[in-house]
């Protein structure tokens, strides 16, 4: 579970003005599933996760809720799907702007994630990670 609240503070100078930064309030859970057998000594890992988040743009009244499921078909390979609606952007593109879908490989520390994310008359955007985690 985490707790976030964002960009407190001074306006963002830019060029000749100023600009107010939006004040987040940020909620989000998640749990690990379906434990994976480990080996004596090594650590459990787990197939499956569920995750859940609420963003809340103060100044704005802007809200967005997601939430998504993380599954490792292998040690090496996970797909992932969610769906995401913000109060400001799905009104205007449709119900299914909101879905997304991914794939993930890891091997050792290295990571690769790609993600497959529809938004509406203007096509997919794809998304691409390089992932290192020591």
């Not at 060029?15 to 004596?40: F, T, W």
């Not at 988040?53 to 797909?79: C, F, K, M, Q, R």
């Not at 400001?88 to 593109?93: E, H, K, S, V, Y």
């Amino acid at each position: 579970m985490g707790l976030a609240l964002q960009n407190m503070g001074y306006e963002a100078p830019f060029i000749l003005e100023a600009s107010v930064l939006p004040i987040n309030l940020k909620v989000g859970i998640s749990n690990r599933c379906l434990p994976d057998k480990s080996e004596q000594g090594k650590p459990c890992s787990y197939k499956l996760i569920l995750a859940a988040d609420l963003n809340y743009s103060i100044l704005d009244s802007i809200w967005a809720v997601g939430a998504g499921v993380e599954y490792w078909v292998h040690p090496v390979l996970a797909i992932r799907a969610g769906y995401k609606y913000n109060s400001a952007i799905n009104n205007t593109l449709g119900a299914l702007a909101g879905l997304t879908c991914g794939v993930g490989f890891k091997i050792g520390i290295l990571g690769i994630d790609y993600a497959l994310v529809p938004y509406g008359d203007l096509g997919y955007t794809h998304r691409i990670s390089l992932i290192a985690k020591f």
